[in-house]
DNA sequence: CTGCATCCGCCTCGATACTG
DNA sequence: CAGTATCGAGGCGGATGCAG
């Protein structure tokens, strides 16, 4: 029953006494998509054990993270979804994953991998700064996940499902994602083999490349590596784009 | 030896093969304040077993964040130190501790406080938006610890050991600490106590209570709580202090 | 005395089987 | 489908040992 707390008057400690332990943050992650069903959680958290994903949704079901709702009407089961406060963890994940791209190995090929994992990963590599004068609208299509980005004045929202009135359509399979955000793949090669296509406004493709910086994870150096600004000053060497 | 990964190509889980077993972060805490010897993290991290740190302390270096140093002449033995990728990870635990502090506990006896968590907690609460115009410089001295804050054109710098030129020097002991930033007890009660003294500038003071809204935590209102600000606008309603 | 390594009991984790 | 029950393996926490 996890009782184990650190007893610290710390916020980083009674912060990990809620979601400090294993797969906690990982079905936070999940959940910040949109509500899941329980198989689906099981699904996308490969090695969880069914009993060790049941006790930690009691947990933050219990401490307010999240709650269970009942779908509506078509669905027959129950769904999970966070609350306010668990979404409210969403700048801390998107630290977390600017951080771990810095250091992430190239996926081997038993390394697993959902599509959806990437919206995190486009709000990780958002460059504001480029986007102020920007409005657009993108959807990606996925083996069957089909997700979709909206800029506007600088702001980056996301969600699953199509968009209302995109710019284009990009459509793929999960191995060549794959291949191309874990920068192994070059896009323009995707493209030219046919593994990955693009139907719409081109110059809105060029866009998105360079607002989710895609270009290879593993030789970026430090400088131009977007990281959580605190103090809303604008990236050394910036430009407007467009 | 640590060697469960979540073999997951996604930036937060990534992030948590490296820093998301228990203590992990909490040391990092201890070191981002400065460089630390094993008695000190030992004596700072309650709990921990002696065997355990010296596990996590290892793993961290391997992986390149922290690294062990030898001390200036007067010091016969090594500390701790974060590396620049050890370091990165301070905006991570700014958002952590704010989003702890929004159902932190109040303390209970057997709640363990050390004054220097405090550094992180400044911050965490940070008021950026009301620091545009200020130039100060604050030290804080409780018990046995001594740290300082800088805050200049809106940026808040901090570090352990005294202040160079400060507007006022403030002087308690742990336990008063403790319950003036939880909440439990209003800063002007302290001092009328005498449990709380503050020497020099007091509008320095005045704004010093302002740019750090240690104000009661536990009744505080989700609109006015500072949370890390992805997009650099300022906070509704913010308005300019002096 | 500091900085660990070893040992040991307990709890957590992860996999499988089972139930409403 | 959504969990609960069970169990072996391993991580954790506390005490102790020991080398520099």
């Given at each position: 029953m996890s009782k184990r707390s650190y007893g610290q008057y710390c916020g980083l400690a009674h912060a990990l006494d809620l979601?400090?332990?294993?797969w906690s943050l990982l079905v936070i992650r999940e959940l910040m998509t949109g509500p899941k069903r329980y198989k689906d959680l099981l699904k996308r958290l490969p090695g969880i054990g069914t009993n060790l994903l049941a006790q930690r949704l009691k947990f933050m079901e219990e401490r307010g993270l999240l709650e269970r709702r009942r779908l509506p009407?078509?669905?027959?089961t129950d769904a999970y979804d966070l609350t306010d406060l668990g979404r409210a963890l969403e700048p801390v994940l998107i630290g977390l994953v600017q951080w771990g791209y810095r250091t992430i190995p190239r996926p081997q090929p038993e390394t697993a991998h959902f599509p959806g994992w990437s919206v995190l990963a486009m709000k990780a590599v958002f460059r504001a700064d480029l986007a102020e004068d920007v409005e657009d609208e993108y959807e990606y299509r996925v083996d069957d996940e089909v997700f979709h980005a909206r800029v506007k004045k600088g702001v980056l929202t996301t969600g699953q499902g199509?968009?209302?009135?995109?710019n284009f359509v990009l459509e793929t399979d999960g191995k060549t994602f794959l291949a191309v955000v874990s920068g192994e793949m070059p896009m323009d090669e995707a493209l030219r083999q046919g593994r990955m296509r693009v139907a719409g406004d081109e110059d809105a493709f060029a866009r998105s490349t360079a607002l989710f910086d895609l270009s290879p994870l593993h030789e970026r150096?430090?400088?131009?590596f977007p990281t959580i600004d605190l103090t809303g000053r604008p990236a050394p060497g910036a430009h407007r784009l467009r």
């Open positions: 979601i400090g332990e294993r009407p078509p669905a027959s199509p968009a209302l009135d995109p150096d430090d400088e131009t």
